[in-house]
């Protein structure tokens, strides 16, 4: 067997490698010259300047295995790589402790003018009193988001005795309270207190722009920023225009909307006060090393029979329990994704019944599916691997009950979800043993084929409803491609909803226009893993 190593990864990785395959070394190639070299490689493993296209992908014959040494998968196309039955993992803890040093970093080389003081100490200066900071002791820092690398900035910080509060809607306030923290549930609250913001969420349709000139204006005045979660969740425009007013006092960024093209960033002809790093949160050695004997182990692993540890598009199970239950992974996991997406807020409890055949068979696969769907919708790097471990960690409980109770279906999953927020329930099943459906919302029966993109949209059942429903979505130029509306069993019941699949995503300002109709209310957009 014959690995390729490229973008500069650490020899170290080749060793670990050695004893299940022969391994080269060579620099960043073009899709190009990949494409002829491939069909040689029984697995892959690289970085972030690689590329790895479905045309590289298809080319791999032999591939079983690409290796990201690092967390973000953004360069390798998972769906060529699924659909040609290559296991695609990376090292999703690997760079923890390099990304949430370098976000402190960023954060002191503000507060004491470390970068503009530098300079003209080095143009032969001294302006010391120019150069006055500000201590972060007893300072507010304010963390979005909970995860890996914002719990560990939120440790240095207290250590530094900082106060830190955390908006994280999918944690709880338990969780928070114990690290010595303050949980704020709502970011109208969260803004004004603040004197230092970080973020560390993924970038979402939810997160995209979250700071920007609006949220900016609720801030507290001179307030500085950190970004090294991802490019766009500060709107760079409008930093800039707060930066050059004062109102922010200062900001450090680490990621871009267009990397790498720095020259294309607003932020760099910037009056005020702001440092800009070229993408570093991972660039320690030990950060490389990290994630390169990482994904080496997992690559020596699967290439010597073994299973991968943070395998991204795969569930690593044992196929004994995965047998009986695997028609029912992806309904269970779109479940999970209804569920959350119709409730937000931060998870307490996640309870799964079973019926019918289901109630007879190790439900352990699709408690990881449900998870998987749940979780997907509130981090990155969710998969069947690293799902339980999660949830575990932010405090979720997991309940699974199997029910006698005669069902209309082979086999019935009902999902509860409990929140801060409420409840929500769901229930999934196989029509025709391998016609997936979703057959209840809450207190709707139905019949839904999972989409990739769809609607539902509460209503008073009253004429012309689903007319002015299906205008605002065609003037916002989405295609519907289906659409069931369903009321409630009881006749004299005036509410009903419509579930509706559109081609497109759906942006705010259309489930604004859709929310403002007479007669609708809370209408929710909904993402899912269904292939359209």
Not at 262 to 277: A, D, F, N, Q, R
Not at 310 to 320: E, H, T
Not at 380 to 408: D, F, H
Request: hydrophobic share 40%; glycine share 8%; proline share 4%.
């Amino acid at each position: 067997m014959r690995v390729l190593v490229t973008d500069k990864i650490n020899e170290l990785a080749g060793k670990i490698i050695a004893p299940a395959a022969e391994v080269d070394f060579l620099p960043t190639m073009s899709e190009e010259e990949l494409i002829k070299i491939i069909p040689q490689y029984d697995a892959l493993m690289v970085r972030s300047q690689t590329k790895v296209t479905s045309k590289i992908i298809e080319a791999g014959k032999n591939l079983k295995i690409i290796g990201r040494a690092g967390v973000g998968v953004d360069n390798i196309d998972i769906d060529s790589a699924t659909q040609n039955g290559v296991i695609v993992v990376n090292s999703p803890d690997g760079n923890t402790i390099a990304a949430s040093e370098h976000t402190v970093a960023l954060m002191l080389a503000l507060s004491r003018n470390i970068v503009p003081a530098a300079v003209s100490t080095k143009d032969g200066k001294w302006e010391r009193s120019k150069f006055t900071g500000r201590e972060l002791y007893n300072k507010t820092l304010g963390i979005i988001g909970l995860g890996k690398i914002g719990s560990h900035v939120a440790e240095i910080a207290l250590a530094f005795g900082m106060k830190v509060i955390v908006y994280d809607p999918f944690a709880s306030k338990e969780i928070v309270e114990k690290m010595g923290g303050e949980y704020i549930s709502n970011l109208e609250d969260f803004w004004p207190r603040c004197d230092f913001i970080t973020v560390h969420v993924p970038k979402t349709k939810d997160t995209l722009n979250m700071i920007n000139k609006d949220s900016i204006s609720k801030m507290k005045k001179g307030v500085c920023l950190i970004n090294c979660a991802r490019g766009g969740i500060i709107n760079e425009s409008d930093l800039k225009e707060a930066l050059d007013m004062g109102q922010v006092g200062g900001a450090a960024i680490d990621v871009y909307e267009n990397e790498p093209h720095i020259e294309e960033c607003p932020l760099i002809s910037c009056k005020g006060h702001i440092v800009l790093t070229p993408h570093l949160g991972a660039s320690t050695e030990e950060a490389q090393i990290n994630v390169a004997l990482d994904v080496a182990s997992q690559i020596k692993e699967v290439l010597s029979g073994g299973s991968a540890s943070s395998a991204v598009n795969i569930p690593s199970l044992r196929p004994d329990k995965l047998e009986p239950v695997k028609d029912y992974m992806q309904i269970a996991e779109n479940a999970g994704e209804i569920a959350i997406q119709i409730s937000g807020g931060g998870v307490k409890t996640i309870e799964i019944t079973t019926q019918g055949n289901l109630a007879g068979v190790d439900i352990q696969p699709l408690e990881v599916a449900v998870l998987k769907g749940v979780l997907s919708s509130m981090l990155e790097g969710v998969n069947y691997v690293n799902a339980p471990y999660l949830a575990k960690k932010r405090g979720i409980e997991i309940i699974s009950t199997r029910s006698n109770k005669k069902c209309n279906f082979a086999g019935l999953l009902t999902v509860k979800l409990i929140t801060e927020n409420g409840s929500a329930v769901v229930s999934g099943a196989l029509v025709a043993k391998d016609i997936p459906r979703i057959v209840k919302i809450n207190d709707y029966e139905t019949s839904i084929r999972p989409q990739k993109h769809m609607l539902l949209v509460p209503h008073v059942n009253k004429p012309s409803m689903i007319a002015k429903v299906a205008q605002v979505i065609g003037e916002n130029n989405i295609n519907i491609a289906s659409m069931n509306v369903v009321q409630k069993n009881d006749k004299h019941e005036t509410e009903s909803i419509m579930v509706i699949s559109v081609d497109t995503g759906v942006d705010e300002r259309t489930l604004d226009a859709i929310n403002k109709i007479d007669g609708v209310h809370n209408s929710k957009y909904l993402n899912l893993t269904a292939k359209d």
